[in-house]
C-alpha cells in the first residue's frame, strides 16, 4: 500500500491566487482528514469526511476554504483568494475509523504564499 | 522542519540513553490514546496506542504509560538513536469524536 498521498509536496504561489491541494487516501478507509501545521497553532482540524460526505468542517478557518471528496480515492483542499497567513504545512490522513484507531497522514504539502 | 519550532518542550539525551516523553490530557472521559512521531519534513507516524483499560503497553523498543488518575500518558523509548530524533505528539479520544493532538515535545539525539 502506497499510504495516503498527497500532491503537490511544495506550493509557492502570489496572495490573491487561488491554490489547489490534492490527496489519495488509503483503499478501504471510510474517513478523511484535512489538518494545518504551524508553530503557533500546532496541528488544527480543519474538516473531514465519512464515506466522501463533509461530517464537520468547524475548523475551516473561513469562506476561502473548501474542501470536496467526490470519490472516495480523492479529495481537494481550496483557497481561494490565498494570502500569507494561510503559509503552513497541510496534512491529509485516512482511516478506517473516526477516532478507535489511529489515523494514516501523508508527507503533506508546504503551502508558502508570498 | 516547519512544523516544528521555537515553542516546543524539548529533550536532549545521548545516544543509548533511555528517553521519557510526557503528556498531560484534560480529558477524563478520554478512553484511547495515540503516540505519534513526526520527522522532519514528514507527516506524523503512528508508533503505539494504549486503551483505557490497560495502564500500560509495550512495542519494539517504546512503552507506553497511562496513568488515569492523574490524568497522564508518557512514551519510554529504550536505547535512544540518533534515528529517533522527531517532534512526538499524544493523541486522545474519546470515543465519538475525532482524536485531539497535543501540542508535541521534540527530542534530540546526541551522537
Known amino acids: 500500500d502506497a499510504g495516503v498521498i498527497q500532491s503537490p509536496r511544495h506550493e509557492v504561489t502570489e496572495m490573491g491566487q487561488e491554490v489547489t491541494l490534492r490527496c489519495k487516501p488509503i483503499?478501504?478507509?471510510?474517513?478523511l482528514f484535512w489538518y494545518r501545521q504551524t508553530m503557533m497553532r500546532g496541528l488544527e482540524l480543519l474538516i473531514y469526511?465519512?464515506?466522501?460526505?463533509?461530517?464537520?468542517d468547524s475548523g475551516m478557518p473561513e469562506d476561502r476554504f473548501s474542501a470536496k471528496m467526490p470519490n472516495a480515492s480523492f479529495s481537494t483542499l481550496k483557497i481561494q483568494p490565498s494570502e500569507p497567513r494561510d503559509s503552513a504545512v497541510y496534512f491529509c490522513?485516512?482511516?478506517?475509523?473516526?477516532?478507535?484507531?489511529?489515523?494514516?497522514f501523508g508527507s503533506g504539502t508546504r503551502l508558502t504564499v508570498v | 522542519g516547519e512544523s516544528v519550532g521555537l515553542h516546543l518542550p524539548t529533550l536532549s539525551v545521548q545516544e543509548g540513553d533511555n528517553s521519557i516523553i510526557n503528556c498531560a490530557y484534560s480529558?477524563?472521559?478520554?478512553?484511547?490514546f495515540i503516540w505519534y512521531k513526526q520527522e522532519s519534513g514528514k507527516g506524523p507516524q503512528f508508533i503505539i496506542d494504549?486503551?483505557?483499560?490497560?495502564d500500560k503497553r509495550q512495542g519494539q523498543r517504546v512503552t507506553v504509560l497511562l496513568n488515569k488518575t492523574v490524568k497522564h500518558l508518557s512514551l519510554q523509548i529504550a536505547a535512544t538513536q540518533p534515528g529517533d530524533s522527531a517532534v512526538y505528539f499524544c493523541?486522545?479520544?474519546?470515543?465519538?469524536?475525532?482524536?485531539?493532538f497535543g501540542k508535541g515535545t521534540m527530542l534530540l539525539v546526541s551522537p
Open positions: 493523541a486522545e479520544n474519546t470515543g465519538y469524536s475525532t482524536l485531539t
Open positions: 469526511f465519512n464515506n466522501n460526505v463533509p461530517i464537520d
Open positions: 494504549i486503551r483505557s483499560n490497560m
Open positions: 483503499s478501504g478507509h471510510d474517513y
Open positions: 490522513a485516512s482511516s478506517s475509523t473516526r477516532g478507535t484507531y489511529g489515523y494514516t
Open positions: 480529558n477524563s472521559a478520554s478512553d484511547y
